[in-house]
């Protein structure tokens, strides 16, 4: 009994620390970004499924998601393998996606990834987020965009969904991750750029309080998002309203992050 509840209150304890999370020692080397600075399309791949029948013959089959409209300079194949249980049976998928640096000409359109932190389920087609596992839960709600967004290009959520029950409010920023390389358990503490209530963070800490609404007091169907400048200049804009320059020199790479915190727990693209 006695250590059920101190398990329980660990866990409290590990919830409350979140997003306020130290920023030391959890980023390693930079050599992690280099996969950052190009786009995976998974919107446009092969996949090829490989599942052995009871005879011991192997069944294939290959879906084409290739996209004509879309193409890269250098472009290359990134291939992800994995195994997925399908009616008792191990399937093996193989998907290869185009990779490289997207010609402007044929962006693919803003989505969220598919595979978000654990307490967040994509929907819509990629347009939504929601928070799972219990509205109660309100930490690991983070999701990055599918694609790096280019310089001038608003990434804007719109509130789906709200609690009235904390103090913190929705999350919107830039990381240098990348969906292949992010890892959700500590996606806050290493390139990444948060906007929580007023309160800009980077890498986890507070760095500013900025001059924009408080996010807290978003209604459903209020709007946030945030833009990096060809110049290297943050904004965020609230209801369409641009609130300034919130930090300057991002010269680098980055894509859009949605955090499903505090009372929010369901948005999708604007
Ligand atoms: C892709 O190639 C075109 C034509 O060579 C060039 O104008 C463009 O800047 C390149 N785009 C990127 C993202 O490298
Ligand atoms: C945040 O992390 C990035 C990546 O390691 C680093 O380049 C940057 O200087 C850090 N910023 C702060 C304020 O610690
Ligand atoms: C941005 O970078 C330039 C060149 O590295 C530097 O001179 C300038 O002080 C930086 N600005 C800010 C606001 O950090």
Not at 5 to 30: D, M, W
Not at 179 to 188: G, I, S, T
Request: hydrophobic share 35%; glycine share 8%.
């Amino acid at each position: 009994m006695g250590s059920f509840y101190r398990l329980l209150l660990l866990a409290l304890f590990c919830l409350s620390l979140y997003p306020n999370v130290s920023s030391e020692g959890k980023c390693s080397s930079t050599a992690s970004y280099h996969s950052a600075d190009e786009d995976v399309l998974e919107q446009s791949s092969l996949s090829f499924e490989a599942m052995m029948d009871k005879n011991g013959e192997w069944q294939t089959m290959v879906t084409n998601n290739l996209d004509p409209s879309i193409s890269t300079n250098n472009s290359n194949i990134d291939v992800k393998r994995t195994v997925v249980e399908r009616d008792g049976k191990k399937v093996l998928v193989v998907t290869m996606s185009l990779k490289g640096n997207l010609n402007e000409r044929s962006l693919p359109p803003l989505k969220f990834h598919s595979e978000g932190a654990k307490n967040v389920e994509v929907f819509n087609g990629g347009k939504s987020a929601k928070r799972i596992r219990g509205t109660t839960n309100k930490g690991y709600g983070g999701v990055l965009t599918s694609r790096s967004i280019r310089d001038n290009e608003l990434f804007q959520v719109k509130v789906d969904k709200l609690l009235r029950r904390y103090i913190t409010s929705i999350g919107i920023g830039i990381s240098r991750k990348s969906p292949h390389n992010v890892d959700y358990n500590e996606w806050m503490t290493c390139g990444t750029i948060m906007l929580y209530n007023n309160q800009l963070y980077e890498n986890g800490s507070a760095i500013k309080k900025l001059k924009v609404p408080n996010l807290r007091f978003l209604k459903v169907g209020d709007q946030v998002g945030v833009m990096k400048k060809s110049n290297g200049n943050l904004h965020f804009f609230v209801n369409g309203q641009d609130h300034g320059v919130a930090l300057s020199n991002i010269t680098y790479r980055v894509h859009g992050v949605l955090d499903l915190y505090g009372n929010a727990v369901e948005a999708s693209l604007a």
